[in-house]
Each structure stands twice: as structure tokens, then as C-alpha cells.
């Protein structure tokens, strides 16, 4: 093969496409730029071919009126990046291999669907208020951490995360939950999803079984299962997980038991302490662990929010918080605290544990929590969840009277209620939906029994409407079941 490729009548269109580039002395980007990047697409797509000669660089500098200055930084970027050669005493020319061939255009396909429409009202659970939102105060304490952290901090910090926050957390869930542990106990996440996560790598280690309730969340139960998970639900009732039903001692023990006993999902259940200390029982004499997922643990509407489980029995229980429902899921932030037992074990994996959120986010929490700022922000959240629950319940009551029961305890940012005669398969949920209101079946988060039992139950979010949303969703939730076919 050739070095070079002699200009002839077939491949001169080729050349003159070099004086046809599109240089604007008006743009932002600079002339070298303009000029690096016109030539390189065009070898890319093989407008200009391999072993191509390209103009002179005062050749082509005079056809643009630029400086060969230009031209010649332009030129010696593309050889850089291997786009073009030369040979000394010749031209230069483009190189063998620097075309990229388009792929076929894809079919198009249908987008799944991310979130409601304008006209829709949602009523998501999980999903805290974020209009309300604590933005001037945040910003504050961030722009104060910011100016006052020493450099040491804009590194890369303790795998477990900055001390000021654990330190911090330990007073905060002392006072708040009843946990008992020490700053060396808790590892700062990047949310509750990686807490599970580092759970199980220190503990599903040989033993793959995992007790989980059911119904149980769905996006958890997928995720269990992507790890390979042996999975062993068990029932709930309105007082969350039956323990009566775990696994006798002549099955294989779990290697934990995942609950959430303040605010059972979906039904609500509060778990009371005789079940409590069955659990904890069930798994010293099996050896496993439990693994308490504390979410929506600041919102209870009567009372004050119920202890731990983890403050019954430190050294079996692992505990997962997140800070996503008290403030915003953006901000990327919480932790687990480890039964001592596991300690080694997580710092024996070293720097690929966990991945941190930022150090600045966790120091800012930190200030937040020690300057009462997050106690006060949180009394304000209950005042609000407690009275947009108050006007779920009271609007259900008033469209569907006796027909509708509300199945869980005055705590969260859900309810689940249960409506007589009523069946939400997905059908009824397309015909609800173009009425305008999206709602969750808890028949969806059903493992292993027969969801018949919960076929007439909703789950209803409640804390990321306003009241006004909330009346009007009730109402066209009314509508729907009115005019089912």
C-alpha cells in the first residue's frame, strides 16, 4: 500500500473539503480549537480518507486569513491524538485506522415512565416534602463548614466517614432512638441502600439465607436477589413480622433477619416488645443477626417515636438510618451502626467498603444536628406530615364511609388503608390512573402467599403533598372506583 495518495479527479473533492471548514472569529472556542476539531470529524467520517494530504500549513492559513501559527498547533494536536502523519520533505497526510464507522440508528423504543405527569397527582410513599425543605438554613451551615474546614478535609477522609458526624450521631440517636454504641460503631453511606449493601458483604460471607417480611419492599427483595440471596419470608400482620413463624431449629439458620419495626413497610405495624425479644431470642440461639432498617423513625403522630431494637441487643443488631426522609433523598447521606463483633471485618476490606459522600455534606450534618438546627427542622416536618395525613384520613372517610379502613398506626409518611369490595389489579389501576391520581397496591410487594388477602389494600403517601392535592386526589380516587366498568 501506498504512503501517499497521488490528488486526482476521483479523490479532489476530498482535498477541497479542507476549504470548506466552518471557522467562526466570533465564537467563544478558539480558532485553534474550531480548526482542530472541523478536521478531525471530518477524518473521522471519512470525508477526508486515509492517506489524504492535507494543505500546507501556509497554504491553508492564507485561504482562512489566520496566523500558521494556528494552523500549526491545530495540525500538531490531530498528530498527537494519531488523527495525521508526516514524513519530513512531505506532506502531511491522514492516517491508516482513524475512521470511526456509525453504528445502525436503534429502533425507537417506548421510555419507561419516570414520574408523574403534570396533571397527575401521585401519591408516592418513601418521598419526604421537599418544598419544605430547609434550603436558607442548609445553605448556611454548608457556607460555614465550607470557609472554616481545614484542607486535610477536601482530601480523601476515614473510610467510615468524618468523625465530627459519627460523634454526633452517637448523642443524636442516644437521645432520639435509644441506640447504644460508639463512634467507632458507625460507618456514614451514601444513603440506606449502600448501608444494606455493606451489611451484606460483612455478613453474607458463606450463608446466603435472609429473613425478610412479607410483604416486604419490592426494591429491596430485587435487590437481596441480585446478591444471590436465599430468600425466607415471612408473614406480617398489623403488628409487622409474626415471630411466631420463624424458622424452627431444625431449619438452616439465616445469616440475618431483615425488619423495620418501627414503621413496618408497607402495612405500617408497630412491632411490640414481645416480639421484639423473641427476635432478638430467635437469633442469639441461632447465631444470625438482625439487621434494622430505622427508616421514617422521627414521624410518629401520637406520642413520642418508639425505641430501637438495636438498644435491646447491641451486639446482635445492625442498624441502618438515613437522613433522606428527614431532610432529602439529594443529599446522599446515612449510615449503619455495627455490632462490635463486625468491626474488624469492615476495616479489614479497607478502602473499597463503602464509598463516602462528600466530606463537607457530612460536616455541615454534623453542625446541623449539634446546633439543634435538625431537632428543629424535624418538630416542623411532624407538624406537617401529622396534619396531611390528617386530611387523607379524614377525606377517605368522608368519600368511602365505612368502605375504607385504615390499616396502619399514626407514624410515617404513608398509610396503608383498605377499600371494601375492591380489587386493585392493573387494570383498575390504568382506569384510577386516567382519572387522574396514581396510587401503590400492596398486593405489589407480596413474595411468597397468596396476595388475595391484600388485593383491596393502598399504599398512600401522603408527605409530599399539599392538602389541596390530597383532597382533590381523593376525590378523583372516589371518581375512579364510581365509574370502574
Known sequence: ???????????????????????????????????????????????????????????????????????????????????????????????????????????????????????????????????????????????????SVPDRTLGYGDVAGCLELRAALVAYLAKTRGVTCSPEQIVVTAGATPALALIAKLLLTGNKKVIIGDPVNQDIYRYLATLGCELDPVPLDD????????????????????????????????????????????????????????????????????????????????????????????????????????LAAFHAQGWFATHQPSSVCQLALASFIATGQLKRH?????????????VVVRELGRRFGDNCRIMSGPAGLHLTAAFAGAEFTPAVLGHIERHGVRVYPVREHVVARDAGGFADQLILGHASLCEEKIVTGIARLSQALATLP
Open 239 to 342: 403488628h409487622g413480622l409474626q415471630t411466631t413463624l420463624l424458622p424452627g431449629c431444625t431449619s438452616k439458620p439465616p445469616a440475618f433477619t431483615l425488619v423495620t419495626p418501627s414503621h413496618q413497610f408497607p402495612t405500617g405495624g408497630l412491632l411490640p416488645i414481645q416480639r421484639r425479644i423473641q427476635l432478638i431470642n430467635f437469633a442469639r440461639s441461632t447465631g444470625s443477626y438482625i439487621v434494622e432498617d430505622d427508616y421514617e423513625n422521627e414521624y410518629a403522630y401520637e406520642g413520642n417515636p418508639v425505641s430501637s431494637l438495636q438498644g435491646l441487643a447491641p451486639e446482635k443488631v445492625a442498624y441502618i438510618g438515613t437522613f433522606s426522609k428527614t431532610l432529602a433523598p439529594f443529599l446522599r447521606l446515612g449510615y449503619v451502626v455495627l455490632p462490635p463483633v463486625l
Open 1 to 147: 500500500m501506498p504512503i501517499f495518495r497521488k490528488i486526482n479527479s476521483t479523490n479532489f473533492c476530498e482535498v477541497t473539503a479542507m476549504y470548506t471548514l466552518a471557522l467562526d472569529r466570533t465564537a467563544k472556542l478558539p480558532l485553534i480549537r474550531q480548526l482542530y476539531g472541523e478536521i478531525r470529524q471530518r477524518i473521522l467520517d471519512g470525508r477526508l480518507k486515509e492517506y489524504e494530504n492535507l494543505p500546507a500549513t501556509r497554504k491553508l492559513a492564507a485561504h482562512y486569513r489566520i496566523s500558521r501559527n494556528v494552523v500549526m498547533e491545530a495540525y500538531e494536536l490531530l498528530r498527537t491524538e494519531g488523527f495525521i502523519e508526516s514524513r519530513q520533505g512531505a506532506f502531511t497526510f491522514v492516517a491508516q485506522g482513524a475512521r470511526l464507522s456509525r453504528p445502525p440508528l436503534p429502533q425507537p423504543t417506548a421510555l419507561p415512565d419516570l414520574g408523574p405527569s403534570a396533571d397527575i397527582i401521585d401519591f408516592r410513599h418513601g418521598l419526604p416534602a421537599l418544598d419544605l425543605f430547609p434550603r436558607a438554613a442548609w445553605q448556611r451551615t454548608v457556607a460555614r463548614t465550607m470557609a
Open 378 to 390: 424535624i418538630a416542623r416536618m411532624v407538624k406537617a406530615y401529622q396534619s396531611r395525613r390528617a
